[in-house]
């Protein structure tokens, strides 16, 4: 089983400001099938990037995922008052498919 | 537009079983395989599992093997999760989500049920 690690554990920023969160897993994700989730207090995940580097259907691009084999980032390059959430990052290219923690990014 | 409308769930006994529903909507339910997710409360995303409603083909988290069970019913475009012999530590929000990709397990998770809520308790 792959297992993702993300960091760090809560990124404390302001509006404005560029976030960098990253995800690392413990060996090679295969074919980069690496995606990333926003999921705000009560509702679903939202899909922002697969493949760790395609943006999801209206995604704004502000969001964007780098990186491949071990480690991925996702970097969100203004925040916008609505991006402070948890994000996830998941990959998907073997079984079992595995979560990461988490990355919370809350308003500094 | 893709919609997943989930159902069931509630409080449930230690031992007992619970089955969620997941009704699909504005897309052809047999060409994308459907994924569990759940997710304890404060806590990350746990995969349990997939059903490729095209086949019947299921591929079930190590952890939750020998208690659940993923079908399917194409006449009404509807996947179910049942989990048996429940425990505390199965007190979880619990979603469905539809692949990116059609006839893939290997998909990314675009579209996602409202979530159904399964609390264990005596």
């Known amino acids: 089983e792959i297992v993702l690690t993300q960091s760090p554990g809560t990124l404390s920023l302001s509006p404005g400001e560029r976030a960098t969160l990253s995800c690392r897993a413990s060996?090679?994700?295969?074919?980069?099938?690496l995606a990333w989730y926003q999921q705000k207090p009560g509702q679903a995940p939202r899909l922002l990037v697969f493949?760790?580097?395609s943006r999801a259907t209206g995604i704004p691009d502000r969001f964007s995922g780098s990186g491949s084999g071990t480690d991925f980032t996702l970097t969100i390059s203004r925040l916008d008052p609505e991006d402070f959430a948890v994000y996830y990052c998941?990959?998907?290219?073997?079984?079992?498919?595995?979560f990461g923690g988490g990355t919370k990014v809350e308003i500094k | 537009q893709v919609q997943l409308m989930q159902s069931g769930g509630g409080l449930k006994e230690p031992g007992a079983s619970v089955k969620v529903s997941c009704k699909a909507s504005?897309?052809?339910?047999?060409?994308?395989?459907i994924s569990w997710v759940r997710q304890a409360p404060g806590q990350g995303l746990e995969w349990m599992g997939w059903?490729?409603?095209?086949?019947?083909?299921?591929d079930y988290a190590q952890t939750l093997q020998g208690r659940v069970s993923m079908t399917t019913d194409t006449s009404t475009s509807t996947a179910y999760m049942e989990l048996r012999s429940l425990r505390s530590d199965d007190t979880a929000m619990y979603y469905c989500?539809?692949?990116?990709?059609?006839?893939?397990?290997?998909?990314?998770?675009?579209?996602w049920g409202q979530g159904t809520l399964v609390s264990v308790s005596s």
């Open positions: 989500a539809r692949g990116r990709v059609s006839y893939s397990s290997s998909s990314s998770f675009k579209y």
């Open positions: 504005g897309y052809t339910f047999n060409s994308y395989v």
């Open positions: 059903i490729n409603p095209y086949n019947g083909n299921t």
């Open positions: 060996q090679g994700v295969s074919r980069n099938y």
């Open positions: 493949g760790a580097s």
């Open positions: 998941q990959q998907y290219g073997s079984s079992p498919s595995t």
